[in-house]
């Protein structure tokens, strides 16, 4: 799959997206690799983060796989925590010209943490969530 969206973003006219399990992206790897190479406009999108034990148990429980897709030079990773967070990744993903990027998504329920006014400062990558209200205490 992921070999066939990099032969369509080298066609062009196209922005090829496709998905599959975390646990899989070991199985796209080389074809992720050449896509980061190539700066291949591709999104490859990889669901079931777990941060908690699914009803498939430890074999798609990833657990290597997001810092192994982290080092790879010229891939854009997002790993948003909620729907303000995801709707800013895939923004991010669409407007991205010059590379792939690999987009990691949970399969946990997780609340709302981010507010719509945050949105410019996520796709800086980085942002205070919640800031304290006094001076931080050094232990």
Known sequence: MSAVMNGIALH???????????????????AVRLAALMHLRTIFV???????????????????????????????????ADAVETAVAW?????????????VFSRQALP???????AEAIARGGYVLIDCEEHPRCW
């Open 12 to 30: 062009g006219g196209f922005i090829p997206y496709g998905g599959t399990f975390l646990t899989f992206s070991d199985y796209a790897r080389n």
């Open 46 to 80: 990889y669901t079931h983060d777990s941060i908690g034990l699914g009803e498939d148990g430890p074999t798609h429980q990833p657990i290597e796989h997001l810092p192994s897709l982290r080092l790879m030079p010229n891939l854009s990773l997002w790993r948003p």
């Open 91 to 103: 923004r991010a993903a669409i407007e991205q010209v010059h590379k792939p990027t690999a987009l």
């Open 112 to 118: 709302p943490l981010a507010k719509p006014a945050q």
